[in-house]
């Protein structure tokens, strides 16, 4: 996703905030398949197809969880598939269980998606203009948490060079190298408090008329894509309450529309979710045609 990772962090962030609230609240099961298909295709494409397999396991085993939880405790509906205890396990606390995972897997995709592409320095900007304060402790704690692994890695690598001591066989030794380890690891992390602190304050943090530097800066094909999400999402607000796809689980399971103005809505769905991957494919068709002219 390397052109819509180039978009202003304003138009990044009104994105997924669009994609995220549509997917939690809005039920339709042709709209939650829509942003679990797109969420998969964003998600292989920001994140890399192999980083992106290592995600696939534990949403598998998730959504197996929420699907099979729901019909267990929830017994609402009227269509029983069998009795367990005495409690019936309806077809609609099945389906419902169903698009609940599809909703969750969904939204854990885009944020994925979302922090591969939202990068520190974006959040910083974004949160620098309105509280300058919250933007800083952001950007600190995005900054130290790799730091911190990256330091306890270290710690560990010298000490298994030593005889590792984590698999020793003396349950005592091993605490006191636990403990001996989180110590060392406290100890830098107040020494590049103070340094950081100390950095901040040679370059003049907190002093009146001090300026910020950044490199983005609000394009017309930033402005385009606000007003085309803008446009799209007011379509599908209308579209969603004059074609009546509000959709229910319970007492029973509501009828999915395909009638013509229904599969409008579908197409403006798919279209709203899919365009930052329109803008790449776009963007890859015509590096291939001015590759082929050379």
């Known amino acids: 996703m390397r052109e819509f990772s180039s978009f202003h962090p304003f138009v990044i962030l009104s994105y997924f905030g669009v994609v995220i609230f549509f997917t939690m609240f809005q039920w339709n099961p042709v709209f939650l398949g829509i942003s679990l298909v797109a969420s998969i295709v964003f998600g292989i494409k920001a994140l890399g197809i192999d980083e992106f397999k290592k995600k696939i396991l534990f949403s598998v085993f998730f959504f197996l969880i929420v699907v099979i939880a729901n019909p267990i405790f929830v017994h609402d509906g009227v269509t029983p598939l069998f009795y367990a205890n005495g409690n019936a396990i309806t077809l609609e606390a099945l389906i419902y269980g169903l698009a609940f995972a599809m909703m969750l897997i969904s939204v854990i995709y885009w944020f994925n998606s979302f922090s591969k592409i939202m990068t520190s320095d974006k959040i910083i900007y974004i949160f620098s203009a309105i509280i300058p304060t919250i933007g800083l402790i952001i950007s600190m704690v995005l900054r130290f948490i790799p730091q ?19 698999k020793s066989k003396s349950i005592s030794h091993r605490i006191a190298t636990i403990f001996k380890t989180f110590s060392i690891l406290l100890t830098w992390a107040f020494e590049n408090s103070i340094d950081t602190a100390n950095s901040m304050k040679a370059r003049g943090y907190g002093l009146k008329g001090r300026t910020t530097f950044h490199l983005f800066k609000f394009e017309k094909r930033d402005f385009i894509f606000i007003i085309t999400m803008g446009c799209l999402v007011l379509l599908n607000v209308v579209l969603y309450k004059q074609a009546g796809l509000r959709f229910y689980y319970y007492p029973e399971i509501a009828t999915v529309k395909l009638d013509a103005l229904s599969i409008i809505s579908y197409i403006s769905y ?21 590759v082929s002219k050379i």
Do not use: C, H
């Open 148 to 166: 911190f692994q990256r330091q306890l890695k270290k710690i560990m690598d010298i000490n298994k060079v030593a005889g590792d001591p984590y």
């Open 270 to 290: 798919v279209i709203m979710f899919t365009l930052p991957l329109i803008i790449e494919k776009k963007e890859e068709l015509k590096w291939k045609s001015l």
